[in-house]
């Protein structure tokens, strides 16, 4: 894992959580992009363009935010984009070789129900580069026990476990799988290959509605320190699926949450 990317909104746990991504970043010995999108707006009826502006400002936050934190030393690229936010950040990942991408829940939401906020959902739901959600004010703590929950173990493509891979050598965590039979179970989907076998500790099947609900019935028998998850249409993040926003009453993680893109 060599290149991190933060996206930064303009939420007030900015700081925090450039912290926790300069502290990942470090154990990894890796390369942190920071960045900030904006769009081009106009203002009505005189169609004078502002972008410059947004620009300036944007680059004068980063500095800001980052000048606050201890980078500890690891090399931190910052920029400021303009673009749509989903098609920029696949071409920066594209352009710096992104290997993960480090979110915030709320990057800008206000709204204390929310749990996952509008662009924070937008990220995980749409793009296929594996994420880290941070929760709020999270501090970092090398991960020991991790849960990983799916609700098949089927895996066709190639190299997709190897975030959690890399976080188990790393960290020398422990990984539990939780295997989930919901209604959309096949034959064959708690077969778990070698790969995923030899990275994981214990197996457990349950049934449940969902694979989020499943979590939440398993959770304290496991205690993890961080979630692992698969990123699947009816997958864990159901309901954000629909309208890429999560509600506090749905799921609200203490946890890191690392989404894996999908297996198959």
């Given at each position: 894992?060599?290149?991190?990317?933060?996206?930064?909104?303009?939420?007030?746990?900015?700081?925090?959580?450039?912290?926790?991504?300069?502290?990942?970043?470090?154990?990894?010995?890796?390369?942190?992009?920071?960045?900030?999108?904006?769009?081009?707006?106009?203002?009505?009826?005189?169609?004078?363009?502002?972008?410059?502006?947004?620009?300036?400002?944007?680059?004068?936050?980063?500095?800001?935010?980052?000048?606050?934190?201890?980078?500890?030393?690891?090399?931190?690229?910052?920029?400021?984009l303009k673009g749509k936010l989903i098609d920029t950040l696949?071409?920066?990942?594209?352009?710096?070789?992104?290997?993960?991408?480090?979110?915030?829940?709320?990057?800008?939401?206000?709204?204390?129900?929310?749990?996952?906020?509008?662009?924070?959902?937008?990220?995980?739901?749409?793009?296929?580069?594996?994420?880290?959600?941070?929760?709020?004010?999270?501090?970092?703590?090398?991960?020991?026990?991790?849960?990983?929950?799916?609700?098949?173990?089927?895996?066709?493509?190639?190299?997709?476990?190897?975030?959690?891979?890399?976080?188990?050598?790393?960290?020398?965590?422990?990984?539990?799988?939780?295997?989930?039979?919901?209604?959309?179970?096949?034959?064959?989907?708690?077969?778990?290959?070698?790969?995923?076998?030899?990275?994981?500790?214990?197996?457990?099947?349950?049934?449940?509605?969902?694979?989020?609900?499943?979590?939440?019935?398993?959770?304290?028998?496991?205690?993890?320190?961080?979630?692992?998850?698969v990123r699947r249409k009816r997958g864990f993040f159901t309901?954000?699926?629909?309208?890429?926003?999560?509600?506090?009453k749905d799921f609200s993680s203490s946890l890191p949450v690392?989404?894996?893109?999908?297996?198959?």
């Amino acid at each position: 894992m060599k290149n991190i990317l933060v996206p930064v909104g303009s939420s007030k746990n900015a700081a925090s959580h450039l912290q926790y991504a300069a502290d990942f970043a470090k154990a990894f010995d890796a390369k942190l992009f920071v960045v900030q999108v904006y769009n081009v707006y106009t203002k009505a009826g005189t169609m004078i363009k502002v972008d410059k502006i947004l620009e300036r400002e944007s680059q004068e936050y980063l500095k800001k935010q980052i000048a606050k934190i201890d980078t500890k030393g690891v090399e931190v690229v910052t920029r400021t984009l303009k673009g749509k936010l989903i098609d920029t950040l696949e071409q920066v990942c594209k352009a710096a070789n992104i290997d993960l991408v480090l979110i915030e829940p709320r990057t800008n939401s206000v709204k204390d129900e929310v749990y996952l906020g509008k662009t924070s959902g937008k990220i995980v739901k749409q793009m296929q580069v594996p994420a880290l959600i941070v929760p709020e004010g999270e501090v970092f703590k090398p991960p020991t026990k991790i849960l990983m929950a799916v609700k098949s173990a089927i895996i066709r493509k190639k190299g997709v476990l190897v975030p959690l891979q890399e976080i188990k050598e790393k960290f020398n965590a422990a990984v539990d799988l939780l295997l989930v039979k919901t209604q959309y179970y096949n034959e064959g989907d708690f077969d778990v290959n070698k790969e995923l076998s030899e990275l994981v500790r214990d197996i457990t099947k349950t049934e449940n509605p969902t694979t989020f609900h499943g979590v939440l019935e398993h959770y304290r028998t496991y205690s993890p320190d961080m979630l692992c998850v698969v990123r699947r249409k009816r997958g864990f993040f159901t309901q954000m699926w629909e309208n890429n926003t999560m509600l506090k009453k749905d799921f609200s993680s203490s946890l890191p949450v690392l989404v894996l893109s999908g297996l198959k």
